[in-house]
């Protein structure tokens, strides 16, 4: 009986060691996704602008393309990924777009893509009256400087936008509320469009003080 007891002890003890040495288990790959690529959509042929994405999750890499343009430089701060982009023509098929795409940690290719207009005849910082665009965000007031197009909500601006903004143009007929804090949180401002639509130079308490907002 004794003998017995030690064979089975034996055999558990080495099935524990082979389980040791060669795991049954295998970690859990982590997927990624890209959030808010921001950047201007109504551009003029031959100028650059600059665009913005924040990839969440895991990426082996975060790389640029653009139909109808060149893609100058790109470079990071270390969570939010930046490429300059000079547009020079319109692709017949594709239109013009910015991409950015790369493959997360499971191996699944992933991309965020962002539509722009090349064929402004003015200053392509108005972009009133485009299609799809329910507000622009300037970092000057009377809607200057850089700026980027929204037509949905963001919980969370990027990195390159957050607390920058000091203007904001809102189309007719939609309503723009901006909020201090990232998801919608802090102090609300509430920003109508009217018949013709408006343009804001935020107050103090909101100039470069902007984090979220919500487009209805």
């Given at each position: 009986?004794?003998?017995?007891?030690?064979?089975?002890?034996?055999?558990?003890?080495?099935?524990?060691?082979?389980?040791?040495?060669?795991?049954?288990?295998?970690?859990?790959?982590?997927?990624?996704?890209?959030?808010?690529?921001?950047?201007?959509?109504?551009?003029?042929?031959?100028?650059?602008?600059?665009?913005?994405?924040?990839?969440?999750?895991?990426?082996?890499?975060?790389?640029?393309?653009?139909?109808?343009?060149?893609?100058?430089?790109?470079?990071?701060?270390?969570?939010?990924?930046?490429?300059?982009?000079?547009?020079?023509?319109?692709?017949?098929?594709?239109g013009a777009r910015v991409k950015?795409?790369?493959?997360?940690?499971?191996?699944?290719?992933?991309?965020?893509?962002?539509?722009?207009?090349?064929?402004?005849?003015?200053?392509?910082?108005?972009?009133?009256?485009?299609?799809?665009?329910a507000a622009q965000f300037y970092?000057?007031?009377?809607?200057?400087?850089?700026?980027?197009?929204?037509?949905?909500?963001?919980?969370?601006?990027?990195?390159?936008?957050?607390?920058?903004?000091?203007?904001?143009?809102?189309?007719?007929?939609?309503?723009?509320?901006?909020?201090?804090?990232?998801?919608?949180?802090?102090?609300?401002?509430?920003?109508?469009?009217?018949?013709?639509?408006?343009?804001?130079?935020?107050?103090?308490?909101?100039?470069?003080?902007?984090?979220?907002?919500?487009?209805?």
């Amino acid at each position: 009986m004794m003998k017995k007891q030690s064979i089975f002890f034996m055999v558990v003890l080495m099935f524990g060691m082979v389980s040791f040495v060669f795991p049954s288990g295998v970690s859990a790959c982590e997927e990624g996704s890209f959030e808010n690529l921001n950047g201007p959509t109504v551009v003029e042929f031959g100028k650059s602008y600059t665009y913005s994405v924040y990839p969440r999750g895991a990426f082996e890499s975060v790389n640029w393309s653009a139909a109808g343009g060149d893609v100058l430089k790109t470079w990071n701060d270390g969570k939010t990924y930046f490429a300059e982009v000079r547009w020079t023509h319109k692709d017949s098929q594709k239109g013009a777009r910015v991409k950015a795409w790369g493959k997360d940690g499971c191996g699944t290719m992933r991309d965020a893509r962002l539509w722009v207009n090349p064929d402004a005849k003015r200053d392509p910082g108005a972009g009133r009256g485009v299609p799809g665009v329910a507000a622009q965000f300037y970092d000057l007031y009377d809607a200057k400087g850089d700026h980027f197009s929204a037509s949905q909500d963001q919980s969370k601006l990027s990195s390159a936008w957050d607390n920058r903004v000091s203007s904001i143009w809102v189309a007719a007929n939609r309503e723009v509320i901006i909020y201090e804090g990232p998801h919608f949180n802090g102090q609300p401002m509430i920003l109508q469009g009217g018949q013709k639509g408006a343009l804001y130079n935020l107050p103090d308490r909101f100039n470069n003080n902007v984090s979220s907002f919500t487009i209805r």
